[in-house]
């Protein structure tokens, strides 16, 4: 049940945008999306809780298409601080994380 | 409010000795969570508490590892005959959200090494 996630690693130059994608076999019912850097826990960036909703805080938003059992995080306009381990998370019974997409931002 | 704290910050230890790890959460938080993460792995669900029910438990877990949450407070999770396959670094998290929303929070770990 650990959703899929796409692309497993991307390096981008600062400014540039990026796609996550995050994909389930079985229905999702919410996504959430944490960041994870090197030597540290998860932090929480956004949790989306309906098909069709999008969110988003400074230059990261998301959104949900439920149908699809698809979540995709958008990171725009890149920054060095947005280097890190992405894990989508969704709850079924258990909580269940992403297999996680490494994104590096290089100068 | 100081976080999620988790101790101890890391643990060594011989095959076959018990350990125990403590987590205490966010303090207006009902949901405590645990989980293992390996290297270059997402973390891996054990179990979760809502207040003091312990009420789902991974079926990977296996019947070494024991997790408590008395009074619905601080949490503990101890695992007995440690083998070196239970080298990892160890998280808790808690949440106060109702069921499908779940904003977690995270200590910052346990990394055990059974040698």
């Known amino acids: 049940q650990q959703p899929v996630q796409s692309p497993q690693a991307v390096i981008l130059r600062e400014g540039e945008d990026a796609v996550i994608n995050c994909s389930s076999s079985?229905?999702?019912?919410?996504v959430h999306w944490y960041r994870q850097k090197h030597g540290e826990a998860p932090v929480f960036l956004m949790i989306?809780?309906?098909?069709?909703e999008q969110k988003g805080h400074d230059k990261i938003s998301a959104s949900f298409n439920e149908k699809k059992q698809q979540s995709s995080l958008y990171l725009t306009a890149s920054q060095l601080s947005y280097s890190g381990t992405y894990f989508c998370?969704?709850?079924?019974?258990?909580?269940?994380f992403g297999t996680g997409t490494s994104l590096t931002v290089i100068p | 409010d100081t976080g999620v704290s988790q101790d101890p910050r890391h643990k060594i230890t011989k095959r076959g000795q018990n350990v125990t790890f403590r987590c205490d959460p966010i303090?207006?938080?009902?949901?405590l969570y645990w989980y293992r993460q390996t290297l270059g792995q997402g973390p891996e669900f054990l179990t979760y508490?809502?207040?003091?029910?312990?009420?789902?438990k991974s079926r990977l877990l296996s019947d070494r590892f024991s997790a408590e949450r008395p009074k619905g407070s601080f949490s503990t999770l101890e695992i007995q005959r440690t083998e070196q396959g239970d080298s990892a670094m160890y998280l808790c998290?808690?949440?106060?959200?109702?069921?499908?929303?779940?904003?977690?929070?995270f200590g910052p770990g346990t990394r055990l090494t059974v040698t």
């Open positions: 303090s207006e938080h009902n949901r």
């Open positions: 079985k229905a999702l019912y919410s």
């Open positions: 998290a808690s949440s106060s959200t109702p069921k499908g929303s779940d904003e977690q929070y």
């Open positions: 508490f809502q207040n003091e029910a312990q009420l789902e």
């Open positions: 989306l809780l309906k098909g069709g």
């Open positions: 998370g969704t709850l079924g019974g258990q909580f269940y």
